[in-house]
């Protein structure tokens, strides 16, 4: 079956890689990030990880976020074989300005054939030595397979990606019909109850495997001295509910930090719009409100609605009185 498992190979043209996403699943675009951005999001994302550890509130497990990961600080001289970073957005300025690569818009219209998307999860993947593989499976396993795929996975390689560091592997063209057969037991966990035959993507620190939810990856063994730091960044079509839920995650001191276009980027933007309401009559609200804050309002309670930014714009309210087939007044 060697030939199922051929890769595309690398590439530097955003033509060539949507081409490769769409032929086999997956593309890899060498040279995504280079020099001083690459330096400052692995130098940011480490210092990160040494801190959570210290402070005891890692995010630790043998092998993945599904496999009994726990909170807490490693025995000296015991690291365990995989760390997770969760939330980057939270985590540093770097991270936010990645998301604005122009070729991420590019693969994901492509993609998510012109449909508007935004964030859905970005954390940082660490795989050290003793690092046990994961259950192959898509990124979409828990829905039924899509025409058009839901998620776009962005796996950023800030060191270089050998198999034997636990390089992401993959089965090229699984994109196109079907999910690998997983199954679950207390002392395994979720596993796949028949061997599925997977590639390693190996490729230079800078390098994105883009893979789409549909296609069927896994983590690999590490049994390598040489650390894998890697960073996945999670883009989704608008209509699904984000991974990581970033509108509550997301820290109020970050936001506040945000341009609207960067808020955008997060999913702060209802879709279709006219459907808004404000959670809070503070800032923290949908990038294309139109309407008030209005709390429940009764006649013996200090309750009053709130008119938020551009609210006294006539032509929002015209907008809103047309969209609600309302006369405007
Ligand atoms: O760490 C890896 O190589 C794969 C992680 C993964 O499954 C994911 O990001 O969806
Ligand atoms: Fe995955």
Known sequence: MTTQLKLPAPTRDVEQGQRDLAEYGLCVHEGFVEGEQLKALRERLVEQAELEC???VGLLSSQSRGAGTWYGRPEPGAMPGWQGIPALYNKGRVFIDYLKHPLFAAYNQQLFRGASWHLSAMTGLIVRRGAEPMVVHVDQQFMP???VPTYLNCMLCLTE????????RVVPKSH??????QAYSAERGAHN????GTVAVEAPAGSVIFFESRTWHQSGISTSDKTRLSLTTLWQQHWVKPMDNIALNLQREVHAGLSADELKLLGFCAEPSGRIEAATPDAFQNTNRKTPYVPELRRDSAARPVALDGMGDRKNRDDDARAMGLKAN
Do not use: C, H, Q, R
């Open 193 to 196: 109850p028949e061997p599925i």
């Open 145 to 147: 397979w899509t025409e």
């Open 54 to 56: 210290e402070y005891g």
């Open 161 to 168: 990606f050998e198999e034997v560091m636990g390089a992401t």
């Open 176 to 181: 196109l019909g079907g999910y690998p057969k």
